[in-house]
């Protein structure tokens, strides 16, 4: 099993939908986990850290399941500024972090 | 806007240059982080400073050599590299590299190897 599994994507959706996605990670240890998206040729920005509470920003909603060490990430009423990589992120141990290949979201007028 | 800077923005080498990049921070923070990512590939880790000690070397190859000269700033020093060593080269920092904390990325430096 991957460390941290996340659907590629492309995720084609027009503006307005609602859109989740998935990540599961093998580290049963693992304490942090964020969202972070990535705009084409630009740096990763932290857009929520997640907790076991789930916790919502806005149009964003992430949850946490640690007994089945899956995340998710909610985006309702995308808007087209929304497209972009979505980066599921998970703390290795001291320091280091392992990113999921990221899920891209395409949002069309 | 981004409190992790990095210069240059650009940069094009021979594989018999010598080049650093130059990456600072105004959060205060105590662990600065080193990363290369590839296009459509997620960041790797490369180097992890923890209060200007190197705690974490990820098996990079020798012609990367890290410097951390103070809390606020971290170079990465280039030497003899290879094509395939092109790729964006992003700086980070967190509160104080004890796991946990979030990492906050600079703009990167696109690297590109002749």
């Known amino acids: 099993r991957k460390e941290v599994e996340q659907d590629p994507g492309p995720f084609n959706v027009p503006e307005g939908a609602t859109v989740a996605f998935n990540c599961t990670y093998s580290n049963s240890a693992s304490q942090s986990f964020f969202w972070y998206r990535q705009d084409c040729r630009k740096e990763p920005k932290l857009l929520m850290s997640v907790y076991s509470s789930g916790n919502e920003d806005g149009r964003f909603t992430a949850q946490l399941n640690r007994a089945s060490q899956y995340i998710s990430l909610l985006i309702r009423d995308s808007k087209l500024s929304d497209s972009a990589t979505y980066l599921c992120?998970?703390?290795?141990?001291?320091?280091?972090?392992?990113f999921g290949k990221g899920t891209m979201l395409l949002v069309s007028p | 806007d981004t409190e992790v800077t990095q210069t240059p923005k650009h940069l094009v080498m021979g594989m018999t240059n010598k080049k650093s990049l130059k990456c600072e921070q105004h959060?205060?923070?105590?662990?600065m982080y080193w990363y290369k990512q590839k296009a459509k590939k997620p960041p790797e880790l490369m180097f992890v400073y923890s209060y200007e000690k190197l705690s974490i070397n990820e098996s990079v190859p020798s012609r990367f050599s890290p410097e951390c000269p103070n809390s606020s700033l971290l170079n990465l020093h280039l030497h003899a590299l290879q094509p395939e060593d092109s790729a964006l080269y992003l700086c980070?920092?967190?509160?104080?590299?004890?796991?946990?904390?979030?990492?906050?990325f600079g703009p990167g430096t696109r690297l590109l190897v002749l």
């Open positions: 992120v998970v703390n290795k141990g001291y320091s280091t972090l392992t």
């Open positions: 980070a920092s967190s509160q104080n590299g004890f796991g946990q904390e979030t990492q906050y």
């Open positions: 959060m205060g923070h105590r662990a």
